[in-house]
């Protein structure tokens, strides 16, 4: 917590028995920053000078600095510079030094020639270039401090086989999957990769798959091999990437959950058939919490009168937000269909559509007709205001 006191920011760190008087002063890093400068009155050497460099060359706040001081201490600033510089050498801006730092602290005490150029130098060499070198580093700096011979080769040479391009590596190396399970490469996810290549899913989903959820395919074999036949008796078609959307659905949800996402959706009077179309439809629609599905459907049987079989249909309203998007395009689509403007049997195919495209069919089309349209759709003014239906809403029928 921090408190101006007599001109000067006094912070007060006693949960550590700390206290640091900081005054201010211009620096470079970054642009328009101030340098914070601490006198230590009742602390170790080296804890006040790790937060100290922190601050003053890795552009920390105060706290965040006192917070990563516990995971790394130095006495001088030697080894620390020499990290900094190796990173600037490659690209990398102040910005990015300071969010790679936050994650990992521990870089700064890193060996530069034997433990960070090995690994820059290796991204460089197989293609990466500076900008995608950084970006890796960014987004999971552990990777600098992996075994170069032991788990980025075999990574990286693994992925090269599975997603063959660059482009798929360096997304995929942005998960911080690849950096703690590299062990499971040959004994997991090669062969749960060989079940759905044998099932006929396409590489290229399964790339898909291996880039955006690598934890999916890490699964004990024989458990994925018990989902992946579970999804196909459920019907859906391997060839499809909805068939991969369910596999990784299941994998993360367990039995008892799955099996409470249905027990919500009969609460509305859905069939388990209903339920099972809604999930053929879009997996994602059981990973909605219960406290979503509840909010949607009484929007939408409640308030806008629509019958949940028809709902059912639109899977993806589940995983949309109620304000941004559901309740505003509804109220609007509501509007339009009192006046006689639309169809009641309009679909729900227009919460899918861009901004742009919505206002322009729903909103533009009809502000003529309908000059308060604008204000419905951005909340100024509710539907019973205009006067065009009662509190309890008429009955709309939703087209399949």
């Not at 211009?26 to 328009?32: A, D, G, L, V, Y």
């Not at 170069?148 to 911080?176: C, D, Q, T």
């Given at each position: 917590m921090s408190s101006n006191f007599f001109g000067k920011r006094v912070v007060s760190l006693t949960n550590v028995g700390l206290m640091f008087e900081i005054s201010k002063i211009?620096?470079?890093?970054?642009?328009?920053a101030r340098l914070l400068i601490f006198r230590s009155f009742s602390s170790p050497k080296q804890h006040s000078f790790t937060v100290s460099y922190l601050i003053n060359s890795c552009g920390f706040s105060p706290e965040r600095a006192l917070s990563a001081s516990r995971k790394v201490h130095f006495e001088t600033a030697e080894r620390?510079?020499?990290?900094?510089?190796?990173?600037?050498?490659?690209?990398?801006?102040?910005?990015?030094?300071?969010?790679?730092?936050?994650?990992?602290?521990?870089?700064?005490?890193?060996?530069?020639?034997?433990?960070?150029?090995?690994?820059?130098?290796?991204?460089?060499?197989?293609?990466?270039?500076?900008?995608?070198?950084?970006?890796?580093?960014?987004?999971?700096?552990?990777?600098?401090?992996?075994?170069?011979?032991?788990?980025?080769?075999?990574?990286?040479?693994?992925?090269?086989?599975?997603?063959?391009?660059?482009?798929?590596?360096?997304?995929?190396?942005?998960?911080?999957?690849?950096?703690?399970?590299?062990?499971?490469?040959?004994?997991?996810?090669?062969?749960n990769i060989a079940t759905l290549q044998e099932i006929g899913v396409p590489m290229s989903n399964i790339r898909s798959l291996v880039t955006r959820q690598p934890d999916v395919v890490s699964r004990n074999r024989e458990k994925f091999s018990t989902t992946v036949k579970k999804i196909i008796e459920m019907g859906f078609n391997p060839l499809r990437l909805s068939f991969l959307k369910a596999v990784e659905v299941s994998c993360q949800l367990t039995?008892?959950?799955?099996?409470?996402?249905?027990?919500?959706?009969?609460?509305?009077?859905?069939?388990?058939d209903e339920i099972m179309l809604m999930f053929r439809l879009d997996p994602s629609c059981i990973r909605s919490s219960e406290k979503k599905i509840m909010s949607v459907m009484d929007f939408l049987v409640n308030k806008m009168g629509w019958e949940?079989?028809?709902?059912?249909?639109?899977?993806?309203?589940?995983?949309?937000?109620?304000?941004?998007?559901?309740?505003?395009?509804?109220?609007?689509?509501?509007?339009?269909?009192?006046?006689?403007?639309?169809k009641k049997d309009l679909c729900l195919g227009f919460l899918c559509k861009s901004e742009r495209d919505f206002l322009d069919k729903f909103v533009v089309k009809y502000e003529q007709d309908v000059p308060e349209l604008l204000n419905v759709y951005q909340g100024k003014i509710g539907i019973l205001e205009l006067g065009f239906v009662s509190e309890k809403g008429d009955k709309t029928v939703v087209a399949s």
């Open positions: 211009q620096m470079n890093f970054p642009r328009n620390a510079d020499s990290v900094l510089a190796v990173l600037k050498d490659y690209g990398f801006t102040n910005i990015h030094i300071s969010k790679a730092v936050s994650k990992y602290p521990s870089l700064l005490t890193a060996h530069p020639e034997k433990t960070l150029l090995p690994k820059l130098e290796f991204f460089r060499s197989v293609g990466f270039s500076g900008p995608d070198i950084v970006s890796i580093v960014v987004s999971s700096p552990f990777i600098l401090k992996r075994s170069l011979e032991n788990h980025v080769i075999p990574s990286y040479n693994f992925l090269k086989s599975v997603v063959m391009v660059n482009e798929n590596i360096l997304r995929a190396f942005k998960n911080p999957f690849w950096i703690s399970r590299q062990n499971y490469l040959q004994n997991t996810i090669a062969p039995e008892f959950t799955f099996e409470h996402k249905m027990e919500v959706y009969r609460r509305w009077g859905l069939t388990d949940p079989a028809a709902i059912a249909r639109y899977p993806f309203v589940f995983y949309r937000s109620l304000e941004k998007n559901i309740i505003p395009r509804c109220s609007v689509h509501k509007v339009l269909q009192m006046k006689g403007l639309v």
